[in-house]
């Protein structure tokens, strides 16, 4: 028994002594040491004032009471918050804009608060970036990124019209009735587009331009007539254009005069590159006393490549005459180079049934050859074959 007072008296001693060190002890969830370990201070936040700043202080951790297990906790779930709140600032503002936008009118400047719009009147000017746009009217609301420009009614004004928004967006000029455009999707949609690509010029009652660039239009057109209303034009049902390289279309079919011709192709493409390449050949046009209106020398050229070309063309006219013809080039350097011609032409002259109608029919078949004098210095070849006939 005295053994036993003797070990129970010894045991609380060690435990009395235990107690009187100044060590950490784990905690459980509801200790208040165990909350202040659970705080983190953000460190985007550094430098910035609270509106508390004893509060924020009493929620500072002293990590010098810390030992190393909680010390490693601490600095994990502190940079685990501080990159969830990194995500969280710059997703913020991904969703603004980038860069300054700069505007004025010459009119008046009307801003309103509640929806954040700013309308501008009379000679409105919006840059961002390499966008400018011009107009007569423009509303703008740069909480959504959106800026929206039309002209105004006039009647004194080309088309009744003035001051409609002319878009630019890097070297590509887009004219239009009315257009909206989103300043961080790149995304705009215009109605009744007009711009002008490389030679020709494409115009639509709707575009769509996707953030790429390319423009997608619906019931274009595609002349090389630069008149506001040409003479000749393809009409296009559906339209891809890439500014400075080509446009893709659907179904197509050649208006003359604001007649449409009996000319349909169910696909085709433009290429708008000055490079060497294949691409449409647009016909001319004119009228001829014997054989009425026509549309010639327009068809097809083929770039085959650097050494050798092809180019198909046709002709036809209001009376029936017709025609078509293929020529081709080659060379080979410093060794020949050469052309080949075949054409074939249904003539009809005056009107059927009339003593002074008649019909011809006539195909030619020409050759020529040259050998470079560089191929051989002591010999030369020149070649030239012709064929023709008619017949009456």
């Known amino acids: 028994m005295r053994n036993k007072s003797i070990i129970f008296l010894l ?41 508390d700043s004893k509060a924020v202080d009493k929620n500072i951790p002293d990590t010098t009471k810390m030992d190393s ?54 000679g409105s000017k919006v840059d961002y970036e390499n966008m400018k746009l011009t107009s007569d009217k423009v509303h703008m609301n740069l909480d959504k990124s959106t800026v929206r420009a039309t002209g105004t009614v006039d009647s004194t004004a080309e088309g009744g019209i003035k001051g409609k928004p002319v878009f630019t967006m890097g070297k590509d000029e887009y004219k239009s009735d ?43 057109r595609y002349t090389t007539c630069d008149k506001p ?20 279309f659907g179904p197509a079919y050649l208006v003359v005069a604001d007649v449409p011709l009996p000319l349909a192709i169910p696909y085709g493409f433009f290429p708008f590159s000055k490079k060497y390449s294949s691409g449409f050949i647009m016909p001319s046009y004119g009228d001829e006393s014997d054989r009425g209106f ?54 009809k002259t005056g009107d059927k049934g009339l003593p002074d109608f008649a019909e011809q029919e006539s195909f030619k078949i020409q050759w020529n050859h040259r050998q470079d004098p560089k191929a051989n210095p002591y010999s030369s070849l020149i070649g030239k074959c012709e064929l023709c006939d008619i017949k009456l």
């Open 11 to 51: 045991s609380f001693v060690v435990v009395f002594a235990m107690a009187s060190v100044n060590m950490p002890v784990p905690q459980g969830k509801k200790t208040k040491k165990a909350k202040v370990s659970t705080v983190v201070v953000d460190t985007l936040l550094k430098g910035q004032t609270p509106k």
């Open 69 to 122: 297990l909680q010390l490693a906790i601490y600095h994990h779930n502190k940079a685990i918050d501080d990159s969830i709140r990194a995500d969280s600032m710059m997703r913020a503002r991904s969703n603004g804009i980038d860069a300054p936008v700069k505007y004025s009118a010459e009119d008046s400047l009307v801003y309103d608060a509640e929806s954040g719009t700013a309308y501008l009147y009379g």
């Open 178 to 220: 009315t257009m909206a455009f989103n300043f961080k999707s790149k995304k705009g949609l215009i109605k009744g587009i007009y711009t002008e690509q490389q030679d020709g010029f494409l115009s639509g009652e709707v575009g769509k331009r996707d953030s790429t660039g390319s423009v997608y239009l619906q019931h274009g």
């Open 229 to 248: 209303h040409p003479d000749f034009y393809i009409a296009l049902s559906r339209a891809k254009v890439r500014p400075g390289k080509d446009v893709v």
């Open 294 to 347: 026509y549309l010639r020398d327009g068809g097809y050229y083929f770039a085959i490549s650097d050494k050798w070309d092809l180019k198909l063309l046709g002709e036809i006219y209001t009376k029936g005459s017709w025609g078509v013809s293929a020529a081709s080039n080659y060379r080979k350097r410093y060794r020949y180079s050469g052309s080949f011609l075949f054409s074939y032409q249904d003539s």
